[in-house]
């Protein structure tokens, strides 16, 4: 089986996490059960602090934006890249300070941006309209807005085309060419300070040359905007760096590899232009995707076409194998030391054929009552949730060397009423 020292781990033939048994907490707090190890965000977090020691580090929330996640990210220093005022709300409560925040997106109400400019957080904008919405919006508050452009390098990465952020065709960012222009314009618009350049290729690349390709982009934009005279505060070179889901041994780059492929070019070439902007990276899935399981129990077993194992977490939970095609590694955890017995595909409840967790797994017999985890979860997980089909959310619980805490209770069927409400012809 696969383990991570001081991760996960096998003992007594079950799967533990972060020095807790998988078994206890799925007694404790019933299933299904998102369990995050507090120990790994902080190693993951450490490994890109030291693979980038003059960079800030800015978590992109939408990952996973559990408060506590956030807050010993806070605790570490992290800033954060936040995608909607909910975000932008839940990172400065949980102590991450407006001046590491930026307010990401293509597509912000005029609501948020009032929002950004009033807690003083730097907004990347994605359009000409944007731009000049944002203006406006500053000027009222008599305000200066700190911007970059979220620009589009149109470099393509091997990755899901659902997840590819920066080919040409990508609804994100300004396309290359008119980068100049806007950049010009926003130097005399009112309100607006252009003081940084930002992009993100994508997500899950496992090959490091589209980042290098992204930096010479990216500084042949920052060397013609500074022949405009607009001196460049920071680069944002975004993230997208992959983990191994798949656990067949293949070497997955980790964050020191990501510094090999784009220092030696920001340094050379800001040396080149006589510049020192700040290099802000934006990871999100490296921080937190292998930190987190997800447990769920198998209701039934059935032979049919395949050896279908039902589950009590479906696509209302973890999404990314109905949507992205994703793969996440399957261990049985009360039997973890056993050898595979049978090939089982791993579906869950959801009215929905496409329900399924994981595909023709070699695993132990598995049987009613067993228990299933299902590997690298904390990354768009929890985090892209719903109650579809009339399920209420689950619990997660954080472990740190051996103690459990809820961070958040499971909700219940009256979390499925809490907002609706029958007008008056139908009470
Ligand atoms: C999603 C996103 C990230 C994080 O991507 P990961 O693949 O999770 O590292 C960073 N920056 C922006 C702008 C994003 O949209």
Same mark, same amino acid.
């Given at each position: 089986?696969?383990?991570?020292?001081?991760?996960?781990?096998?003992?007594?033939?079950?799967?533990?996490?972060?020095?807790?048994?998988?078994?206890?907490?799925?007694?404790?707090?019933?299933?299904?059960?998102?369990?995050?190890?507090?120990?790994?965000?902080?190693?993951?977090?450490?490994?890109?602090?030291?693979?980038?020691?003059?960079?800030?580090?800015?978590?992109?929330?939408?990952?996973?934006?559990?408060?506590?996640?956030?807050?010993?990210?806070?605790?570490?220093?992290?800033?954060?890249?936040?995608?909607?005022?909910?975000?932008?709300?839940?990172?400065?409560?949980?102590?991450?300070?407006?001046?590491?925040?930026?307010?990401?997106?293509?597509?912000?109400?005029?609501?948020?941006?009032?929002?950004?400019?009033?807690?003083?957080?730097?907004?990347?904008?994605?359009?000409?309209?944007?731009?000049?919405?944002?203006?406006?919006?500053?000027?009222?508050?008599?305000?200066?807005?700190?911007?970059?452009?979220?620009?589009?390098?149109?470099?393509?990465?091997?990755?899901?085309?659902?997840?590819?952020?920066?080919?040409?065709?990508?609804?994100?960012?300004?396309?290359?060419?008119?980068?100049?222009?806007?950049?010009?314009?926003?130097?005399?618009?009112?309100?607006?300070?252009?003081?940084?350049?930002?992009?993100?290729?994508?997500?899950?690349?496992?090959?490091?040359?589209?980042?290098?390709?992204?930096?010479?982009?990216?500084?042949?934009?920052?060397?013609?905007?500074? !022949?405009?005279? =607009?001196?460049?505060? #920071?680069?944002?070179?975004?993230?997208? &760096? $992959? +983990?191994?889901? /798949?656990?067949?041994?293949?070497?997955?780059?980790?964050?020191?590899?990501? !510094?090999?492929? =784009?220092?030696?070019? #920001?340094?050379?070439?800001?040396?080149? &232009? $006589? +510049?020192?902007? /700040?290099?802000?990276?934006?990871?999100?899935?490296?921080?937190?995707?292998?930190?987190?399981?997800?447990?769920?129990?198998?209701?039934?077993?059935?032979?049919?076409?395949?050896?279908?194992?039902?589950?009590?977490?479906?696509?209302?939970?973890?999404?990314?194998?109905?949507?992205?095609?994703?793969?996440?590694?399957?261990?049985?955890?009360?039997?973890?030391?056993?050898?595979?017995?049978?090939?089982?595909?791993?579906?869950?409840?959801?009215?929905?054929?496409?329900?399924?967790?994981?595909?023709?797994?070699?695993?132990?017999?598995?049987?009613?009552?067993?228990?299933?985890?299902?590997?690298?979860?904390?990354?768009?997980?929890?985090?892209?949730?719903?109650?579809?089909?009339?399920?209420?959310?689950?619990?997660?619980?954080?472990?740190?060397?051996?103690?459990?805490?809820?961070?958040?209770?499971?909700?219940?069927?009256?979390?499925?009423?809490?907002?609706?409400?029958?007008?008056?012809?139908?009470?």
């Amino acid at each position: 089986m696969f383990t991570i020292k001081n991760h996960l781990e096998i003992r007594n033939a079950h799967l533990i996490i972060g020095k807790v048994d998988t078994t206890v907490l799925a007694e404790r707090y019933g299933t299904p059960l998102y369990v995050t190890n507090e120990s790994r965000i902080v190693e993951n977090f450490m490994a890109y602090r030291k693979a980038f020691p003059e960079a800030d580090i800015y978590y992109a929330a939408k990952a996973n934006g559990s408060f506590a996640i956030l807050r010993i990210l806070a605790r570490e220093g992290a800033g954060a890249d936040v995608f909607s005022y909910g975000e932008l709300y839940m990172a400065l409560l949980a102590g991450i300070p407006h001046e590491k925040l930026l307010f990401n997106g293509n597509s912000k109400t005029d609501f948020e941006l009032k929002k950004a400019v009033e807690l003083g957080v730097k907004v990347s904008v994605d359009s000409r309209d944007e731009l000049h919405t944002l203006s406006e919006i500053a000027q009222k508050a008599g305000k200066d807005v700190e911007i970059a452009f979220r620009v589009n390098p149109d470099v393509s990465t091997k990755t899901h085309p659902k997840i590819s952020t920066g080919l040409r065709t990508s609804k994100f960012g300004i396309p290359s060419e008119e980068v100049v222009s806007i950049y010009r314009e926003a130097s005399v618009l009112p309100g607006i300070s252009p003081t940084g350049i930002h992009c993100h290729i994508g997500s899950q690349i496992l090959d490091t040359a589209p980042f290098r390709e992204a930096t010479h982009k990216m500084m042949d934009l920052v060397e013609k905007v500074a !022949a405009l005279g =607009i001196e460049l505060k #920071f680069v944002d070179m975004g993230s997208g &760096l $992959g +983990i191994p889901y /798949k656990k067949d041994g293949t070497q997955t780059p980790e964050p020191q590899d990501h !510094a090999d492929a =784009i220092l030696p070019v #920001f340094e050379e070439r800001t040396k080149a &232009l $006589g +510049i020192s902007p /700040k290099l802000i990276l934006e990871p999100g899935r490296y921080i937190v995707g292998d930190t987190t399981i997800l447990l769920a129990h198998v209701n039934t077993v059935k032979k049919a076409a395949k050896n279908f194992v039902g589950v009590d977490a479906g696509f209302n939970l973890l999404i990314r194998p109905t949507m992205y095609d994703s793969y996440h590694y399957a261990v049985v955890a009360n039997k973890a030391a056993s050898p595979p017995g049978e090939t089982y595909t791993i579906v869950g409840p959801i009215c929905e054929t496409g329900d399924i967790l994981a595909h023709d797994r070699a695993l132990p017999r598995i049987e009613k009552g067993d228990l299933i985890a299902l590997l690298d979860a904390g990354a768009y997980g929890f985090s892209m949730s719903s109650q579809y089909n009339g399920r209420p959310r689950c619990a997660e619980v954080l472990v740190k060397n051996g103690e459990a805490e809820v961070i958040r209770s499971a909700e219940d069927v009256g979390d499925l009423m809490a907002k609706q409400r029958l007008p008056s012809w139908l009470v």
